[in-house]
């Protein structure tokens, strides 16, 4: 038990405490108490009320007298942690005994005093409920996190519209705001959400993700906001809602136009308050969580049209941020060709030349793809023009490619291959030679043909 020096870790404001006392005066005196420290706290005067209190909000922790008319403690402890286990429980009594109070740890309490004792001392053990309840909550959090986990890539880029949308980033991931994002399937929306919460101040919290246009309307309600044992058929247990997951952290909402517009009130009404109820149930909870949205739609045109709630969508258009599409982002075609074929490949630059040219309408998705096709297809670790999609090594750009005025594009495309290199592996030219697939007397003669400075490559 901790005493009167015990130390608050858990900001009593986040705190929802129940105070379960049928002795009126004793029980105003520790409500009093508590709401003057800044819980948030709300008070029965026996079992029936407070299973009722339980059956409409969940709660952090509750403060129950042993001694009650009717249900005693006991028997409300062992029903509310059947319906609520996430509840941490503190029973009080005036006549304790060693055979009760083993019968409350059985049953789940977390602590267990003894009338009379100081209010500090109380609180002291509430707040340490609290930070059980908190470790509890972020280990379950943590467990749905490492089965949805997903590989992850670095964002890329130096083109001007990249640069502007770094410069976003970095000034809005801090703010804590609602921001959308958009552009055209394929651009890498969840990375920029993925840069987002890594500047964050939740950076150390859950970051998950949800895609709206992968699920129908009735799994993606109880993906969002879970649902209770029994609530319709097939659900076989309780299940939390990714926004009970994402508690303290970031939701990043994919495809949010396709929302349906039971979800979308639903939704609002997360974003309003922080309130949500499972599928099922009755019980309000309260999650902090910051949305990141994304869509390919415009959702302005989507509102006009009333297919997406325009109160809605200025909740989540806080911050607009445009992510530009492959095509408008030439400069930085090679730099995410060197990143996806990685250490071990090279690629002519015949192919090199036909994807800068292509137009990526499918963006980085499709340039993905593309090079994965190319390493399956290669022989001796070296993609030709061959090797590419037919749609984008296609007979117009074969025939630009190979004509004598071209020779030009495909040196230029050979020498900023080189320099990308070389800035990756900082001026090591034994690492460069070997990513190009070249001996060092090879790369030294390209330094010296495209008059390329190894220790500062431009």
Same mark, same amino acid.
């Given at each position: 038990?901790?005493?009167?020096?015990?130390?608050?870790?858990?900001?009593?404001?986040?705190?929802?405490?129940?105070?379960?006392?049928?002795?009126?005066?004793?029980?105003?005196?520790?409500?009093?108490?508590?709401?003057?420290?800044?819980?948030?706290?709300?008070?029965?005067?026996?079992?029936?009320?407070?299973?009722?209190?339980?059956?409409?909000?969940?709660?952090?922790?509750?403060?129950?007298?042993?001694?009650?008319?009717?249900?005693?403690?006991?028997?409300?402890?062992?029903?509310?942690?059947?319906?609520?286990?996430?509840?941490?429980?503190?029973?009080?009594?005036?006549?304790?005994?060693?055979?009760?109070?083993?019968?409350?740890?059985?049953?789940?309490?977390?602590?267990?005093?003894?009338?009379?004792?100081?209010?500090?001392?109380?609180?002291?053990?509430?707040?340490?409920?609290?930070?059980?309840?908190?470790?509890?909550?972020?280990?379950?959090?943590?467990?749905?996190?490492?089965?949805?986990? &997903?590989?992850? !890539?670095?964002?890329?880029?130096?083109?001007?519209? @990249? #640069?502007? +949308?770094?410069? %976003?980033? $970095? =000034?809005?991931?801090?703010?804590?705001?609602?921001?959308?994002?958009?552009?055209?399937?394929?651009?890498?929306?969840?990375?920029?959400?993925?840069?987002?919460?890594?500047?964050?101040?939740?950076?150390?919290?859950?970051?998950?993700?949800?895609?709206?246009?992968?699920?129908?309307?009735?799994?993606?309600?109880?993906?969002?906001?879970?649902?209770?044992?029994?609530?319709?058929?097939?659900?076989?247990?309780?299940?939390?809602?990714?926004?009970?997951?994402?508690?303290?952290?970031?939701?990043?909402?994919?495809?949010?136009?396709?929302?349906?517009?039971?979800? &979308?009130?639903? !939704?609002?009404?997360?974003?309003?308050?922080?309130? @949500? #109820?499972? +599928?099922?149930? %009755?019980? $309000? =909870?309260?999650?902090?969580?910051?949305?990141?949205?994304?869509?390919?739609?415009?959702?302005?045109?989507?509102?006009?049209?009333?297919?997406?709630?325009?109160?809605?969508?200025?909740?989540?258009?806080?911050?607009?941020?445009?992510?530009?599409?492959?095509?408008?982002?030439?400069?930085?075609?090679?730099?995410?060709?060197?990143?996806?074929?990685?250490?071990?490949?090279?690629?002519?630059?015949?192919?090199?030349?036909?994807?800068?040219?292509?137009?990526?309408?499918?963006?980085?998705?499709?340039?993905?793809?593309?090079?994965?096709?190319?390493?399956?297809?290669?022989?001796?670790?070296?993609?030709?023009?061959?090797?590419?999609?037919?749609?984008?090594?296609?007979?117009?750009?074969?025939?630009?490619?190979?004509?004598?005025?071209?020779?030009?594009?495909?040196?230029?495309?050979?020498?900023?291959?080189?320099?990308?290199?070389?800035?990756?592996?900082?001026?090591?030219?034994?690492?460069?030679?070997?990513?190009?697939?070249?001996?060092?007397?090879?790369?030294?003669?390209?330094?010296?043909?495209?008059?390329?400075?190894?220790?500062?490559?431009?």
């Amino acid at each position: 038990m901790f005493g009167t020096r015990g130390i608050a870790v858990i900001n009593p404001e986040n705190i929802d405490l129940l105070i379960v006392e049928d002795e009126e005066d004793y029980r105003k005196t520790v409500v009093r108490w508590f709401l003057r420290r800044g819980y948030r706290v709300q008070d029965a005067p026996s079992a029936e009320d407070a299973i009722e209190r339980c059956q409409r909000q969940q709660f952090h922790v509750g403060v129950f007298d042993l001694r009650m008319p009717g249900k005693s403690g006991l028997e409300l402890l062992e029903q509310i942690k059947a319906s609520s286990p996430e509840t941490e429980v503190i029973l009080l009594t005036g006549e304790g005994t060693i055979e009760t109070a083993v019968d409350a740890m059985k049953l789940g309490a977390i602590d267990y005093l003894l009338k009379p004792f100081a209010l500090a001392d109380l609180e002291a053990v509430v707040q340490r409920a609290a930070e059980t309840s908190t470790l509890r909550k972020e280990n379950r959090q943590l467990k749905a996190l490492l089965q949805r986990s &997903q590989g992850q !890539l670095d964002m890329i880029g130096r083109s001007a519209a @990249m #640069r502007e +949308v770094f410069r %976003l980033i $970095e =000034r809005a991931g801090p703010t804590d705001k609602a921001i959308l994002i958009q552009g055209e399937s394929g651009t890498g929306k969840e990375l920029v959400a993925q840069a987002l919460q890594k500047v964050s101040l939740r950076a150390d919290k859950p970051f998950v993700v949800i895609n709206c246009a992968a699920l129908p309307e009735n799994l993606l309600e109880s993906e969002l906001f879970g649902h209770e044992k029994g609530a319709f058929t097939g659900a076989v247990t309780e299940k939390q809602g990714l926004f009970e997951v994402a508690d303290g952290g970031t939701l990043f909402i994919d495809e949010i136009g396709e929302l349906a517009a039971s979800l &979308q009130a639903k !939704l609002l009404r997360v974003l309003q308050d922080g309130s @949500m #109820r499972r +599928v099922g149930s %009755l019980k $309000e =909870r309260r999650v902090n969580v910051r949305i990141l949205a994304a869509t390919n739609r415009k959702l302005g045109d989507e509102v006009k049209a009333g297919r997406f709630r325009e109160d809605l969508y200025y909740r989540i258009n806080v911050l607009s941020l445009e992510l530009p599409p492959l095509r408008e982002r030439a400069d930085d075609v090679l730099l995410l060709v060197d990143q996806f074929l990685g250490p071990d490949w090279k690629i002519h630059p015949e192919a090199l030349l036909a994807i800068r040219k292509y137009s990526w309408p499918g963006n980085i998705r499709q340039l993905i793809n593309a090079i994965d096709r190319g390493k399956i297809l290669a022989d001796d670790n070296l993609i030709r023009l061959d090797d590419l999609p037919h749609d984008v090594g296609d007979a117009s750009l074969v025939a630009s490619s190979r004509v004598a005025q071209s020779e030009d594009d495909l040196a230029s495309i050979e020498r900023a291959h080189v320099v990308d290199i070389l800035k990756r592996e900082r001026g090591n030219k034994s690492c460069a030679a070997r990513a190009l697939g070249v001996n060092r007397r090879s790369l030294y003669r390209l330094l010296e043909k495209y008059k390329i400075d190894p220790e500062n490559p431009n």
